[in-house]
């Protein structure tokens, strides 16, 4: 018994260890975050663990000084605006797509599905200043529906691919039954598909959304110096002056950015780890 349970507990202790490494930035930059910024210049945050005393010393400042820098509400607006747009799009084409890929019968339909597969090796860099000449060209740089289309176009192959497996991986016999019953092909997606892609669809949006908020260089690259459209991203990277003046400032700046993301994720997680699953098996 004892050899049953020795792996087990070596398990155990190897995941415990590897979750306390990746804990550890996290915690830092969270007490980081509440310390005087004279203390964060001179000690590091482990000191404060040596005195009871230190933990007195916690402030909210940096929070405050973080928000009342000018923009930042604006930008955490504009984030908002950019990611939903960013998330709903995508996900909403990539399951027509993905449906009609996977369900439906017709010729040149395995050629359409590499073609958009084979675009998840092309790097997005490769496609910047073509789509930016384009964008000059529409004056669609520096607009929300300039980067709604951009991530949508870049989110749009891994959508495909997951929402396809997924859908592939649903039983023939109940698209079978319902076509028996004279269902059409919108009451089949919008009745069966949909309700039944649920976790698949909770997922992408978690991937897709995270993407989106994070992202700084697409929205760079797109918005430019049109500073009324700005995420939060860039306007947290202009936090740190050219000599490192005010880089403290970026831990308080880090937990705010994370919050919408972290209600994202725990509100959806427990589609999480089923959509991750779907397509995985047949039936």
């Known amino acids: 018994m004892s050899r049953k349970i020795l792996p087990r507990v070596i ?4 995941i415990i260890g590897f ?3 990746w804990f550890l930035p996290t915690l830092g930059l969270l007490i980081t975050s509440f310390r ?6 001179s000690t590091g945050w482990w000191t404060v663990f040596n005195s009871p005393l230190k933990f007195t010393q916690f402030t909210t400042e940096n929070y405050r000084e973080v928000l009342k820098k000018g923009g930042m509400s604006t930008a955490f607006k504009n984030s908002f605006i950019i990611a939903i747009g960013g998330t709903l799009i ?5 399951a027509f ?3 009609g890929l996977s369900r439906l019968h017709f010729k040149g339909r395995g050629l359409i599905y590499g073609i958009i597969i084979s675009l998840l090796v092309v790097p997005l860099q490769m496609t910047f200043i073509p789509i930016l000449k384009i964008y000059n060209t ?3 740089s520096g607009t929300f529906a300039g980067l709604w289309l951009a991530h949508t176009g870049y989110g749009l192959p891994f959508a495909v691919f997951m929402l396809h497996n997924f859908f592939q991986s649903l039983p023939d016999d109940l698209f079978e039954a319902a076509y028996i019953d004279g269902a059409s092909i919108w009451t089949v997606f919008y009745r069966l598909a949909l309700p039944l892609s649920v976790p698949a669809l909770a997922s992408l949006v978690i991937f897709q ?3 989106v908020w994070n ?9 430019g110096g049109f500073k009324d459209v700005a995420p939060l991203t860039m306007r947290l990277s202009s936090l740190v002056g050219s000599y490192g003046q005010n880089w403290h400032l970026l831990t308080s700046a880090a937990f705010i950015s994370m919050v919408v993301p972290l209600i994202i994720f725990f509100s959806l997680q427990r589609y999480f780890v089923r959509g991750i699953l779907a397509g995985s098996v047949k039936g």
Do not use: C, G, K
């Not at 005087?36 to 210049?41: C, F, I, N, T």
């Open 90 to 94: 995508p996900v909403a084409v990539a």
């Open 36 to 41: 005087p910024a004279e203390e964060v210049s």
């Open 138 to 140: 529409l004056n669609l």
């Open 11 to 14: 398990l155990n202790v190897v």
């Open 215 to 223: 992202d700084l260089l697409v929205a760079l690259i797109y918005l």
């Open 19 to 21: 979750m306390f490494i």
């Open 97 to 99: 797509a993905a449906f």
């Open 209 to 211: 959304f995270l993407w």
